[in-house]
């Protein structure tokens, strides 16, 4: 029985290191922007914004539902929780206004695919990040 606690505990302890991470928002090193906002970026991820400012289209990496990286992305970027982002997409997807954005499966999958797909953006912990990637937006810095 004691073994249950003590699992438990390890568990908690990896999710919260997890979410301590901060995240950062990348993109493809080829897309023509340096710098974003939150704003920005939650139209981007929310499929409300589809091209970057050269008429590329803009193609958003989300990691899976579940992660603690992507529950702290949406709520510090999109101010949004797990529940009321399938919400809006299930709403988006009823109405046949949207999709939600191709998903990977980890962090480093994400990184992959934001560098290897012409147009991308996504997000990762600030340690993932190098620099075959562009850091566009670190929330972490522009919090109130």
Known sequence: MHYRYILTGLMLTAN????DEQVVVIT?????????DNNQVTQI????????PDGKTIQPIDIKEGSALRTEFYSKVTGRSPGQLRAYWARQAFTGMGVPPRQAATEEEAERLVQTTPGAIGYVGKKEADESVKIVLEPDKTAP
Not at 45 to 52: C, I
């Open 28 to 36: 493809n090193r080829d897309v023509p922007v340096e710098t974003l």
């Open 16 to 19: 919260l290191a997890i979410a």
């Open 45 to 52: 991820f929310l499929r409300q914004v589809q091209s970057w």
